[in-house]
T-cell receptor, first 116, second 112 residues
Framework: GAVVSQHPSRVICKSGTSVKIECRSL??????MFWYRQFPKQSLMLMAT?????????EQGVEKDKFLINHASLTLSTLTVTSAHPEDSSFYIC????????????FGDGTRLSIL | EDQVTQSPEALRLQEGESSSLNCSYT??????LFWYRQDPGKGPEFLFT???AGEEKEKERLKATLTKKESFLHITAPKPEDSATYLC?????????????FGKGTLLTVNP
């Protein structure tokens, strides 16, 4: 149980392209999902908290117009990196919390984004 | 600001050689401390949640413990398949965000 699926697993595209990443909770409903970014040998950095049916909450320093988040259903959140540039190249990972309160977050397998 | 520091950054063990990983944390109030395992190119896999000082959790060769300032992940008689990066994260009390603050992880390599 508690499976989170992320798609695609890898994207390589040209600078200026917009890229959409999907995060799905397969066997549970998630009112809250989280989007992280991870650079090599660095910790996961929270970018934003995605709430079903409402606007996402972005962490300080994360451009909300650059990283568009949509959480239209209880099983799907999407992250769109708009007009991506080489500095946006990173490993993007989503997670979803099972249940409420301090229940653990379960993670997808990440998306490796490479902007040429 | 919540902070998590993990040590060592990397640890190399022989199969069967037990050891411990450390996670030191600073948080205004601890709601929970989480341990995850991450394999290369994959997302973190949940291992344990600890909520209060003195609590212990076990799973196969792993045991996690918690004090008011740090947590240890003890690995008993490790096998090569235990090789991975182990991540520690804290969740602060207060607010409704429930976000996690992660450490940089400890890269564990177990040689056969």
């Amino acid at each position: 149980g508690a499976v989170v699926s992320q798609h695609p697993s890898r994207v390589i595209c040209k600078s200026g392209t917009s890229v959409k990443i999907e995060c799905r909770s397969l066997d549970f409903q998630a009112t809250t999902m989280f989007w992280y970014r991870q650079f090599p040998k660095q910790s996961l950095m929270l970018m934003a908290t995605s709430n079903e049916g409402s606007k996402a909450t972005y962490e300080q320093g994360v451009e909300k117009d650059k990283f568009l988040i949509n959480h239209a259903s209880l099983t799907l959140s999407t992250l769109t990196v708009t007009s991506a540039h080489p500095e946006d190249s990173s490993f993007y990972i989503c997670s979803a919390r099972v249940g409420q309160g301090n229940a653990p977050q379960h993670f997808g397998d990440g998306t490796r984004l490479s902007i040429l | 600001e919540d902070q998590v520091t993990q040590s060592p950054e990397a640890l190399r063990l022989q199969e069967g050689e037990s050891s411990s990983l450390n996670c030191s944390y600073t948080v205004s109030g601890l709601r929970g401390l989480f341990w995850y395992r991450q394999d290369p190119g994959k997302g973190p896999e949940f291992l344990f949640t600890l909520y209060s000082a003195g609590e212990e959790k076990e799973k196969e060769r792993l045991k996690a413990t918690l004090t008011k300032k740090e947590s240890f992940l003890h690995i008993t008689a490790p096998k090569p398949e235990d090789s991975a990066t182990y991540l520690c994260a804290v969740q602060a009390s207060g607010g409704s965000n429930y976000k996690l603050t992660f450490g940089k992880g400890t890269l564990l390599t177990v040689n056969p």
